[in-house]
T-cell receptor
Framework: SQQGEEDPQALSIQEGENATMNCSYKTSINNLQWYRQNSGRGLVHLILIRSNEREKHSGRLRVTLDTSKKSSSLLITASRAADTASYFCATDGMDSSYKLIFGSGTRLLVRP | SQTIHQWPATLVQPVGSPLSLECTVE??????LYWYRQAAGRGLQLLFYSVGIGQISSEVPQNLSASRPQDRQFILSSKKLLLSDSGFYLC?????????????FGSGTRLTVV
């Protein structure tokens, strides 16, 4: 079963614009993570936010977490063509400390 | 530095044929190792994970199996492939629980069963 669900499924923006992707989940979590996947490649870990954190920054990335709404958002500022990829949120499964549950992802296209 | 190698990159196999995908990690000891499968346009499904040599946990019942013959080697196998086994297979490792550390993924194997 999927814990995280990203929204929108696909997003197309112009280079330089900001991109916002959302993730909703169903059960309580310890941490939430965001990953990026370039086409046909493995996933790359972007950022981890703990359940007691509300916001975290890493370069042009800003992640927020609202545990009361069971949602998170990933903001990419000043997007570049190289940001074109799929973005996934992942949450820990409460029944296993060795499993992360991934959503189906947001496909981001940044047009030059 | 730690690196993860996964091969082959692509594979086309007939239905009923065997499968062996290999993953190795360099630069670390006693990693936790994982096999995930990604269907087209979908999220990832955990297939197996291992916290040590010979220790394999299966998440999804299916005709796949996994083995860890060495500390940094993880193998995904099947005796007879099904059409439904097609997908993108990803190996990953962590130094501890992924909730705290996050995964480092290999580059993946695209398997097409025909």
């Amino acid at each position: 079963s999927q814990q995280g669900e990203e929204d929108p499924q696909a997003l197309s923006i112009q280079e330089g614009e900001n991109a916002t992707m959302n993730c909703s989940y169903k059960t309580s979590i310890n941490n939430l993570q965001w990953y990026r996947q370039n086409s046909g490649r493995g996933l790359v870990h972007l950022i981890l936010i703990r359940s007691n954190e509300r916001e975290k920054h890493s370069g042009r990335l800003r992640v927020t977490l609202d545990t009361s709404k069971k949602s998170s958002s990933l903001l990419i500022t000043a997007s570049r063509a190289a940001d074109t990829a799929s973005y996934f949120c992942a949450t820990d499964g409460m029944d296993s400390s060795y499993k992360l549950i991934f959503g189906s992802g947001t496909r981001l296209l940044v047009r030059p | 530095s730690q690196t993860i190698h996964q091969w082959p990159a692509t594979l086309v196999q007939p239905v009923g044929s065997p499968l062996s995908l290999e993953c190795t990690v360099e630069g670390t000891s006693n990693p936790n190792l994982y096999w995930y499968r990604q269907a087209a346009g979908r999220g990832l499904q955990l297939l197996f994970y291992s916290v040590g040599i010979g220790q394999i946990s299966s998440e999804v019942p299916q005709n796949l199996s996994a083995s860890r013959p060495q500390d940094r080697q993880f193998i995904l196998s099947s005796k007879k492939l099904l059409l439904s086994d097609s997908g993108f297979y990803l190996c990953a490792w962590t130094t501890g629980p992924p909730r705290a550390y996050g995964y480092t993924f290999g580059s993946g194997t695209r398997l097409t069963v025909v």
